[in-house]
């Protein structure tokens, strides 16, 4: 399957600006919080509590920024 959202130099761009970024995982989970960092195969979000959560890429079907 193939991760459907913004480029990599997209993602650069919303790390740096703190940007709000909206996943929605395989299982149909939402998360919202801010990106802080992204590699190859995850993406590491912080939400609005402070608690950070790591995603892999392939459990992600969509993502923006919002």
């Given at each position: 399957?193939?991760?459907?959202g913004?480029?990599?130099?997209?993602?650069?761009?919303?790390?740096?600006?703190?940007?709000?970024?909206?996943?929605?995982t395989?299982?149909?989970?939402?998360?919202?919080?801010?990106?802080?960092?992204?590699?190859?195969?995850?993406?590491?979000?912080?939400?609005?509590?402070?608690?950070t959560?790591?995603?892999?890429k392939?459990?992600?079907?969509?993502?923006?920024a919002?």
């Amino acid at each position: 399957m193939e991760l459907k959202g913004p480029s990599e130099a997209e993602i650069k761009k919303f790390i740096k600006l703190e940007a709000k970024m909206e996943f929605v995982t395989t299982s149909g989970q939402h998360f919202k919080g801010t990106l802080l960092w992204a590699d190859s195969s995850a993406f590491h979000i912080k939400f609005e509590n402070d608690k950070t959560i790591t995603l892999l890429k392939n459990a992600i079907v969509y993502y923006s920024a919002i």
